[in-house]
């Protein structure tokens, strides 16, 4: 009697823990929260990651500090939760996390049969190849019988095979670990060429010996399209997260910065009166407060501000704009009308 | 002539040659006797030779010991700056930087109540109420929210105090499931005996990896959508439940090992199942379990840190997300070595307290 007691108070415990904690739809449980949970990586330097004090840095960062400016005029109301590649899907269908911002790339099937929605993309990386000045290559396509430097496993892996067949030529991969593990190979010479995602490139480049000695190639094999998400089942949520960064890519058009704000919400221009809340009905359309876009750029920045103070020129990564410049400057970014 | 010499140095003690006594003789037995050890003692002696001078040159004469603003080391030597100006996320990583000292305190507590339970005398009627109550602060210091002490979440808990949590409580949890388990598996009772031998034959076939991706990829699948556990518990209980079938085994060895006269004696007296456990055979059988059940905590203790598969923030993951900032990132010898200095501080606490427990318990039977 008393183990069967003992194995029922046993179960119970195990039946009843998982109600600590209970979610409905997903804005009004973030709401009734108080804070937006949101999945970053946890270890990619500019895109998320701690720094020395422990406070969470990066574009990625951001992007969920600026959606929880939107919900609650608070950059601050929001947790981070790291999770490794494996994790981050189920952790947004278990309902784990409110919001994944963890440089995962847009693509079909995952848009569908993970149950997931991609909002605007907040990054466009494509993979590239880094290779020491010394080798005298103007072009990937000249790489013919080169020993390449790569991660396993990923598709970084596959898309190198991929080009270098396509192309008909030779080359013998090394296959390494990790990235760090990688990097030191290939400074000391062990491979003649690095590939990689081009941001983490840039990043890898910033830790070599001599950086100048290195270049990354023009061609870019992939598309890597690094977009937040969401997962299937509540539109409104979905919407409040694409807007929060199309609002960040809309504040840069109109020359809004964290800095001038204030003198824009003086501004005579109608769309950046209604951008900002001064003629109401954008906070509304979406339910949220009509400062929902002000409340964004002022405690987080418009996107040039985000990319400058993570990955741009003047950080370790010093990541030139390219494809993720304004549309107008030959890029990528482009935000529908506010209206 | 020479008889009444010979007869006054009997007398005198005759001293064995220099080369047989002291270090000299030391090293004659133990370094050099026969041709085996000779070239062993050779070997790594040459072995040092090349390696420890460039070590020592390497950690400590080009070494760099601190940082100059903006510039990115270089040279040859070890760059242990990175210790120093990352030891605050490396340790604690995410608590609050003002509150660093509760971790700390925390810990001096738990190291404090480790010596306290060497002393085999301090075993008495207050043991255990005097590691609830330690337990008790250390939660409190941790936690806070009473006493002024803004609360701090468990997802905030990384590094070190995550490290001595996950395994602190892993043993803590593991151990008295073990013991049931042990006793499970020996029951006559087939229903129980059948589900204690599967579980730890179920447990003891697969790795701790692939539990920890269990706890974290697919048991949220399982649960209702928006139902959550945390993600420190998940990992905790994964842990728990794989250490249990390990000294579950260790446990029914030490059971098997004690002789069938004991139980006999234990029958005649009259005695129940329980106490005849509790009074005769336990006592017995986990004092002959000593050193292999220390040997699994100490392996559970250096499990925690596979716990960065499924990223949480123990001692290794904040040692390798300090890593891969572009500043630091060249330097994983040095940080490594660091932590490795640290983990072996710890076993080596509990392994010289296994020895101690064992000698005054007097195992060597």
Redesign the interface.
Known sequence: MKQRKLIALVLSIFLFLPCLAFAGKDLDAVRKKGFIQVGVNGGVFGFGMPDEKGVWKGLDVDTGRAVAAAVFGDANAIKFTPLTAVQRFTALQSGEIDLLARNATRTLSRDTQLGLNFVTTNYYDGQGFLIPKALGVKSAKDLSGATVCVLPGTTTEQNAADFFRSNNMEWSPVVIESTSELAKTFFAGRCDVLTSDISQLAGTRATAPNPKNYVIMPEVISKEPLSPAVRHGDDQWKDIVDFSVLAMIAAEEMGITSKNIDTMLKSKDPKIQRFLGVTPGNGKALGLDEKWAYNIIKQVGNYGEVFERNVGPKTALGLERGLNALWTNGGLMYAPPFK | MSEPVTTTSATEEIKPPVSNVGVLGWIKENLFDGWFNTTLTLLTLFVLYKVLPPFVQWAFIDAIWSLTEGARP?GDGAVWAVIP??V??IL??????GQTWRPIAAILILFALVFYSKDLTNWNRFFGPIWTVGILVMGVLMYGGIFGLPVVET?KW?GFPLTLTLSLFGMVGAYPLGVLLALGRRSRMPA?KSLCVVYIELIRGVPLISLL?MS???F??F?P???????ILRAQIAIILFTAAYIAEVVRGGLQAIPKGQYEAAESLGLPYGLTMRLIILPQALKIVIPPTVGILISAFKDTSLVV???L?DLLKTT????????W??F?TEAYIFLAILYFICCYVMSSFSRKLEKALHTGR
């Open positions: 270089g100006e990352n605050r996320f604690f990583g995410f608590f609050p930087e997802s990384s129980i991706f974290s990829v697919m949220p699948l649960l959508e928006g139902m959550t556990i945390d993600k598969i499924i990223a923030y390798q997300v300090t890593l891969s900032n572009p500043k990132m060249g994983s």
